[in-house]
């Protein structure tokens, strides 16, 4: 049965139940096409055009030639709309011209940038007639030793995460000297990630990265790749302090797309209550998977993820040929696991996946035709970045928007207009806040002295270098502030804020063989003794937690129930500042 047949069935039941507050359509988008530029070398064309690549889109055009001429650019489309090319293409130039040259990608996560080798290592396929020896390898936390310093002798691209050039590359820049002095290109991906106290420690990386580029003789070009936010450029330039050229119309074709706004019905008009979310949820995709269409299921929390995973599986999954059709998706699972089932969903062995918001960045999973979304994600911005995993330029797609109770939910329900005619949120950092920006002045200290006068960036540092000598954190030499303590700063500053390592599951039954990791902040509420932990769908008895150890051991269980633990939270006034008095008539109750 065609998707179109299934949601023309879907549209009459429910709206026999007046559940659904809006049917948004969105029409077919036909490709924009540009011409090749003229500064890309003849052979990278006819090598593409052998592959089956005879044109570019717009975006691509334009972003390619103003790469190739050295600007500053954020590139702002949808999904599948061919990005990586905009990028690979520059440095692929780059390396055919000058063995020498190099270029770094930044991914905000480990998955994404072991996605992105993948598709790197296609292009490069795609161009053996050229004769291109290029060396492309990820540097992350998972690299051993030794294969570090290939990466660091031989690799013209060095794949990484924020965390880690802030760590492990910058630090030790004297042992990347051949790479820094001859970077080329930064390709910064999913930019609109990089907000709030996450992008004001990025903004801060990147003015110690240029900083130590300039010190090894570079100057890179910054290539910036971002889901739709309302003010990508404007995030661009404050983090890197430059002028940036946003490139925001898509020349990739579209399918159609219908977006359903779901209400579930009412259990309760007097409390407000209305069916469970989850519920609905589960129904609503068991419509399309039943009919064989790819289907992604967004929720919020990770125990959604596996009971929805578990409800799906029981109805979907009754044979041994049908196992792996069903899986679920979410932080704590073990990379490994994570690696396999992204590879499944391209290859098209699993038909649905439930995922929390780890999937909403942009890993490539294949074509899936239908995107369902479990409660509002929190922002326009992340709706519309879930909605975009439905649907592949050609094809059509559906997605489901289902409200929970909560006011925000019921508010979007009752006025769709805010979602559909409002623009996604704005990206805010703040780099020069003086707690982050005294974090990344000591990093900066130790890869370099500081001059006296010296601006890390636009930002001056005058008064932070006094108080780090006042401290004895630097000492003075000549006109020349040298990092003066024992520790190593990058080590103990968090771009994240992230907490203490996690917990580690281990099934007692497989000779305690780890299964999954738990974060600190979440192992008293999940995995205390006795809970049911559910992973992958299979139900666990939590046997003992060894906080010491930060470690969980569990035994497999057959039970029909799971835990959930109730948690309470206390606010308590420390110290105030400023009290201020409100008439009774001003006051909101």
């Known amino acids: 049965m065609t998707l179109t047949t299934v949601l023309d069935e879907l549209l009459e039941i429910e709206g026999k139940r007046d559940t659904l507050t809006r049917i948004e359509r969105f029409p077919p988008k036909p490709a924009q096409w540009g011409p090749w530029p003229e500064v890309l070398r003849s052979e990278i064309r006819e090598a593409l055009q052998q592959k089956g690549i005879d044109r570019l889109y717009s975006h691509q055009s334009q972003a390619i030639q103003a790469a190739i001429a050295r600007k500053n650019l954020v590139i702002v489309t949808p999904t599948a709309s061919g990005k ?20 770094l990608y930044l991914f905000p996560t480990k998955a994404l940038a072991q996605d992105q080798m993948a598709e790197l290592q296609d292009v490069c396929k795609r161009l053996e007639s050229v004769n291109l020896s290029l060396g492309a390898f990820t540097y992350d936390g998972d690299t051993p030793a030794d294969a570090r310093r290939a990466v660091r002798s031989k690799a013209h691209v060095v794949i990484t995460n924020p965390d880690m050039l802030h760590t492990g590359v910058l630090p030790h820049h004297t042992k990347w000297s051949r790479f820094f002095g001859n970077l080329k290109y930064v390709v910064v991906d999913e930019l609109h990630t990089y907000r709030g106290v996450f992008g004001s420690h990025l903004a801060n990386v990147f003015r110690r990265l240029r900083r130590i580029c300039q010190f090894h003789g570079s100057d890179p070009v910054f290539i910036c790749c971002s ?110 696991l994570r690696r396999e089932i992204e590879s499944g969903l391209r290859q098209g062995k699993v038909l649905a996946v439930v995922s929390t918001n780890a999937l909403e960045l942009g890993i490539d999973v294949g074509g899936l035709d239908v995107a369902i979304l479990a409660g509002y994600p929190g922002t326009v911005a992340s709706t519309w970045q879930q909605a975009g995993r ?97 520790v190593y700063p990058a080590d103990h500053i968090s771009l994240r804020s992230s907490g203490p390592e996690n917990f580690v599951i281990m099934d007692l039954d497989r000779d305690n063989k780890v299964i999954a990791e738990v974060d600190w902040n979440a192992a008293r509420s999940t995995v205390y003794e006795d809970a049911i932990y559910m992973c992958e769908a299979k139900t666990y008895n939590v046997k003992r937690l060894d906080y010491p150890q930060r470690r969980a051991y569990v035994r497999a269980v057959e039970v029909d129930y799971y835990t959930d633990a109730i948690t309470s939270t206390a606010v308590k006034v420390l110290d105030s500042f400023q009290r201020e008095s409100v008439p009774q008539e001003e006051r909101v109750v």
């Not at 990586?84 to 270029?103: F, H, K, M």
């Not at 609905?280 to 990770?302: Q, V, Y």
């Not at 797609?397 to 805010?418: G, K």
């Open 84 to 103: 990586t090319l905009c990028y690979n293409l520059p440095v692929i130039q780059s390396v055919l011209e000058d063995a020498n040259a190099r270029a």
């Open 227 to 336: 889901a739709t936010i309302a003010n990508p450029q404007q995030l661009a330039e404050s983090l890197l302090e430059s002028e940036v050229l946003a490139i925001t119309e898509s020349g990739a074709p579209q399918g159609e797309k219908t977006f359903l706004f779901y209400n579930p019905p009412m259990l309760n008009k007097e409390l407000g209550i209305r069916r469970s979310y989850v519920t609905s949820a589960r129904r609503l995709a068991g419509k399309f998977i039943e009919k064989g269409h790819k289907t992604i299921l967004f929720t919020g929390s990770r125990l959604n993820v596996e009971v929805l995973t578990r409800y799906l599986k029981d109805k979907f999954e009754r044979t041994e040929a049908e196992e792996g059709r069903i899986r679920g998706y979410r932080g704590g699972y073990l990379p490994g």
């Open 390 to 486: 439905a649907g592949r330029r050609q094809t059509s797609s559906v997605v489901v928007m289902i409200a929970r109770s909560d006011p925000l939910d019921q508010f979007l329900m009752q006025h769709p207009e805010y979602f559909f005619e409002s623009s996604p949120e704005h990206a805010r950092i703040n780099p020069d806040n003086p707690a982050i920006l005294l974090s990344h002045v000591k990093c900066a200290a130790f890869e370099l002295p500081l001059e006296k006068g010296e601006q890390l960036g636009r930002a001056n540092v005058d008064e932070i270098a006094r108080y780090l000598l006042e401290k004895q954190v630097v000492h003075e030499s000549g006109d020349q502030l040298h990092w003066a303590q024992e």
